[in-house]
Structure formats: structure tokens, C-alpha cells
């Protein structure tokens, strides 16, 4: 029995945030500023819609690429919001979450050693997916004093032959970092230049601040050698509805739709249905989410750094990522103590990455009194800390 397991699977870390909120399972008055999702419910004329569909006897399997209904509105969202055009025939695919998205992109892309450049800190599941296709994946370390940005000569200094793919994901998951038209044209040249294929998570587009977001796949000659992964789960507040989109270059998608046909078969159709709704009257809640996100967001920027946490302003996303280094304490020891001293649950930077180990990730997805109450016990845990 001893080998059971493949090796690869052995060989993979479970999620540090998984790790690290078993610990919260069975505590009492913990608020969590640890879950990756929003604390609103998806929209009603949402929900509706997709009740509607169940009611309406729409039960079956849509075809294995999605509902063409679906990516029609996709297709067209996209080139009147973003002026960014895609067939819905055949470089639109539906997926189960840009989860599946970034499986299946790594699973049509890579060959074994394939490399995969992946900026951390960074969501957790970039480097276990490529790993399982076989690929490698090559971490870079953006810092702080950068804005948590990858630069062209980062990105220049770690191809090489076996380099085929690079991962951005902005807004990012966990610094909230985003980019400008014109950092983008920076890297994007390099990426073109090298030849490489740039998966594009760009799931909290939506939620981008203070500019508007340019999806990579817009930059003059970028469109050929990206995937683009998008999807409802953030923005719309639809997390649990397993839905989203990937879209690129026709031999790509077709390559992914092989592999989705499968091993998925499609989309679930109860959240293809609403899908539909959130792209035809979602965007009303979606903006009014996102400002309140917004006001969230400087609440708690401004309460961390009063508390002399280090703390960019995010552009994007739902996460503060605050720096514990002048406490003294690693990440993982500021977040144990807080958690067992004041009941605060926040994610230790280190599981997204070696380099995340002088800070902690807060999600601001939590009501602003929670907010209130959290920012002041992480005070009174510093405090006594220093004594
Ligand atoms: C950066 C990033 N990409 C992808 C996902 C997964 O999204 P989905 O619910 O669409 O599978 C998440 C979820 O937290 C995320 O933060």
C-alpha cells in the first residue's frame, strides 16, 4: 500500500490556508478576515434567473463548450467594455471556475519540464497545477518596495529555453497589486519577444479601484499568445456557482475544449443560465459592491499602517497585505498568536510564497464592523506583544 499515491500528488504541499484554518474549525467568536470570497449574496435577479431555468425543466448538459447564448453575451460584453473581441464559436470556452480554466490552460500547454514563470506572492494554486501537468514552475519575487510588481528585467532574468508560459494575475491575489497600460506594454514585450504564451488571471478586473483595468489580451499583438481567464465568481459575488470563461487563440481553446469534454463534460447549466442574467442586470450590484469594498478597503489600510503594519494602498481585489516585520514575528507565528490571544483569523503571507513570510493577508470581504472590531484586537495584540 506503501506507493499507492502518485508521486506527484505526494510530493504536493496541501494549501497553507487550508493548513491554517482547520485551526479556526471549532473555535468560538473567531472573526475570520481569511476567506477569499464576498460576503454578499449574488445578486437576486441572479438568483432568480437561475431558479427560473430550474423551473423551466433546463436540467440536461449544455454542449461541452457552454451555451452559445452565454458566449455571445461574453463575446459581447468584452468588445463593448474592453473593446477586446473573441468568437463565441470557437475562442470562448465556459469552465467550472477559472479553477478549471488555469487546469485546463496548464494541461494544453505544457509538455514535461515545460516552465512556467509565476510571480509570488500569488494565489495558491498556480504552481500545484502546472507541477501536476508535469510542467515547473519558476518562482519570481516581486517586494514590497516595488508595489508587488513584476518588472520586465524580473521577467527577462528567468527565461529560459524551457520557458513556456508566464502567469500575471491583476488585480492579484493576495497583494492587490494591478497594472497601468503602460507596465503592462513592458512586459508584454518581453513576453513577445520570447515567444511565450501569458495566462492572464484576471478575475477581479471588476474590482480595480482607482484606474480602469486593461486586460492583457488588448495590448497591440498580445491577443495571439494569451489565454485570458475570466469569470462571475468575485465580482458577481458567485463563488459557490462554479462559473467562468476562458478565451484565446482558436487552437488553444480548441486543445482546452478536448480536454474539458472529458473530463467536465460542461459548465453547470443552472449557473450558465445565470451567468447570462449577471452580464444582462448584474453590473448595477457589482458597482455597488465594489464601492463598498472600496470605502472597506481604506478603512483598513489606514487602520493598519496607523498600527504600524506596512500597508500598500491595493489597487484591486479584496485583500490588504500588511507587513509584520517590525513586530518581530514571522507570519505564521503573528497569525497563530493573534488568532489564540484575540481570535482574529488573517492568512500568514507565507501561503503564497517564501517571500510572503514578513506579512499576512486580510480580507476586507467582511462587514465594516467586523473590520472595526478585528483592527482593533490586532492593536491590543500588538500592545502586549511589545511588553
Ligand atoms: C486569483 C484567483 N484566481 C482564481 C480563483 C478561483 O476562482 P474560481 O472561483 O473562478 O474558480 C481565485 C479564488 O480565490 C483567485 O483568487
Redesign the pocket.
Known amino acids: 500500500m506503501k506507493d499507492i499515491i502518485s508521486h506527484k500528488v505526494q510530493n504536493m504541499q496541501p494549501s497553507g490556508i487550508r493548513a491554517f484554518f482547520d485551526l479556526v474549525l471549532g473555535m468560538k467568536d473567531v472573526i475570520s478576515l481569511g476567506v ?2 464576498p460576503d454578499f449574496a449574488t445578486p437576486w435577479s441572479i438568483r432568480e434567473t437561475g431558479i427560473f431555468s430550474l423551473e423551466n425543466g433546463y436540467t440536461t448538459y449544455t454542449s461541452n463548450k457552454g451555451l452559445y447564448k452565454l458566449r455571445l453575451q461574453i463575446s459581447r460584453f468584452l468588445k463593448n467594455h474592453y473593446k477586446l473581441e473573441y468568437d463565441p464559436e470557437e475562442e470562448i470556452l465556459i469552465t467550472v ?3 478549471e480554466g ?1 487546469d485546463l490552460a496548464a494541461r494544453a500547454l505544457l509538455n514535461p519540464q515545460d516552465k512556467v514563470i509565476i510571480p509570488q506572492p500569488s ?1 495558491v ?1 498556480y504552481g500545484p497545477v502546472v507541477s501536476l501537468c508535469g510542467g515547473i514552475p519558476k518562482y519570481i519575487y516581486t517586494k514590497q518596495s516595488n508595489g508587488f510588481k513584476v518588472t520586465s528585467e524580473l521577467l527577462k532574468a528567468a527565461i529560459d529555453k524551457k520557458t513556456k508560459a508566464v502567469v500575471l ?1 491583476y488585480p492579484s ?1 493576495p497583494t492587490g497589486a494591478s497594472y497601468t497600460k503602460k507596465e503592462l506594454e513592458a512586459l508584454k514585450k518581453v513576453i513577445l519577444q520570447n515567444n511565450l504564451i501569458c495566462i492572464s ?1 484576471e ?2 478586473d471588476d474590482l480595480t479601484y482607482d484606474f480602469s483595468h486593461t486586460p492583457f489580451a488588448v495590448l497591440p499583438g498580445a491577443k495571439k499568445n494569451t489565454v485570458y481567464l475570466n ?1 462571475f ?1 468575485k465580482g458577481y459575488a458567485m ?1 459557490g456557482w ?1 462559473i ?1 470563461y476562458a478565451c484565446g487563440p482558436r487552437q488553444i481553446i480548441a486543445a482546452m475544449t478536448k480536454i474539458h469534454q472529458y473530463t467536465m463534460l460542461c459548465a453547470p447549466t443552472v449557473s450558465q443560465f445565470a451567468a447570462c442574467e449577471a452580464l444582462q442586470s448584474g453590473r448595477r450590484a457589482l458597482e455597488h459592491m465594489k464601492k463598498e469594498y472600496k470605502r472597506r478597503r481604506d478603512f483598513v489600510v489606514d487602520g493598519l499602517n496607523n498600527l504600524g503594519l506596512s500597508c500598500l494602498k491595493p489597487d484591486g481585489a479584496f485583500y490588504a497585505f500588511a507587513s509584520v516585520k517590525d513586530t518581530g514575528m514571522t507570519s505564521l507565528d503573528f497569525a497563530k498568536k493573534l488568532l489564540d490571544k484575540e481570535k482574529v483569523a488573517v492568512v500568514p503571507g507565507t501561503a503564497f510564497g517564501k517571500n510572503g513570510n514578513e506579512f499576512i493577508r486580510i480580507s476586507y470581504a467582511c462587514d465594516i464592523e467586523k473590520l472595526k472590531e478585528a483592527l482593533s484586537r490586532v492593536g491590543s495584540f500588538i500592545s502586549s506583544a511589545k511588553k
Open positions: 477569499g470570497e471556475g477559472v479553477s488555469l494565489y494554486s494575475n491575489n488571471d478575475i477581479y469569470g465568481s463563488t462554479r467562468a
